[in-house]
């Protein structure tokens, strides 16, 4: 990854092996017309793991682009990759699985520092030992909620990144007093569209975790109340926890964070181009952005 620049900000954002054919079109676009994006941010990662992965967690991963071609499409443009492994239910004997391995074997040596989000502290230290080039990241579905136990997971030196439970995101009292380290290792995540009062998050996670491991179980009930609207990003907008590219500009950036993740695996890649468009591109650019996206006859949006 790039040497974080201070006064930047750097998003990570979803979809490395779901929205392969949104990147192939966009990161072009990223390179060539670079004055069509806020000058302020860069794309720091782009996350995910493909279907049927073992290790996989967080939400269900659906990509089928040969791992090859995303790694040497990360490597054209140098883009740090990293594989969602946050499968939280992990035991040793699962660290054999051959197609993750050999994921990480290709993207560990693809010609640019990528990394892994984690959950499980059993892949951690197999990770570690067998795979010494990732960078690794604390993940979410920790659900760390409790200011003291995110300033823990901050503090351990495995981790090159911590993204907190949304909730956290406006607990300036405590995030203002981190040390500036610290800062630099908070990964915020800006767009969610959870209920902010839920209480079963975790199980939501452990749920998608026990269905990656082939578990025979049922489908997680959301207890949101708005449960059936879905995801939309006008909703995300009104969450308490929202963090917006005003806030990126004018809070965070000059509190000493940088590091910002967009959710969005499981929804559509239009939906995920509303979020590059919303946080990286100048609105006057907006249509320009759309045009070259949808007049790209081999890119399916829906």
Partial sequence: MKETERG???????????????YKVFLPLFREHREYFYDWCEIGSIYGAPGDCLWGGGR???????????????KE?????????SNSLLGEEHLAD??????????????VENGVIIHSDTLLHYLMAKYPGFYFVSSTTKVLTDFRQ???????REFRYVVPDFRLNKDFARLD????AQKQKVEFLCNECC?????????CYENVSEKSLGTDCEDHRCVSPTASRGYRFSDAMKNPGFIGI?????????????????????????????????????????????????????????
Avoid at 61 to 70: L, R
Avoid at 177 to 180: F, P, R
């Fill in 98 to 111: 051959k197609k993750c391995n050999a994921l990480c074997a290709l993207f560990e040596k693809s010609g």
């Fill in 60 to 74: 269900v991963g659906f990509g089928e682009e040969p791992p090859e071609n995303v790694a040497a499409l990360m």
């Fill in 77 to 85: 443009y140098g883009v740090s990759a990293r594989l969602t492994f």
């Fill in 246 to 302: 005003d806030d990126i500009q004018d809070i965070y950036v000059p509190k000493g964070f940088s590091h910002f993740k967009i959710e969005g695996r499981s929804l559509g890649s239009a939906v995920v181009l509303e979020f590059l468009l919303y946080y990286l591109t100048k609105p006057e650019y907006w249509l320009k952005v759309r045009e070259e996206i949808y007049l790209d006859s081999s890119l399916d949006l829906f």
């Fill in 8 to 22: 930047k900000a750097y998003y990570h954002l979803p979809g490395l092996f779901e929205f392969y054919e949104l």
């Fill in 150 to 156: 995110f300033e823990e997971e901050l503090n351990r």
């Fill in 177 to 180: 007093a981190l040390s500036e």
């Fill in 195 to 203: 209920w902010f009062e839920c209480y079963d998050r975790k199980n």
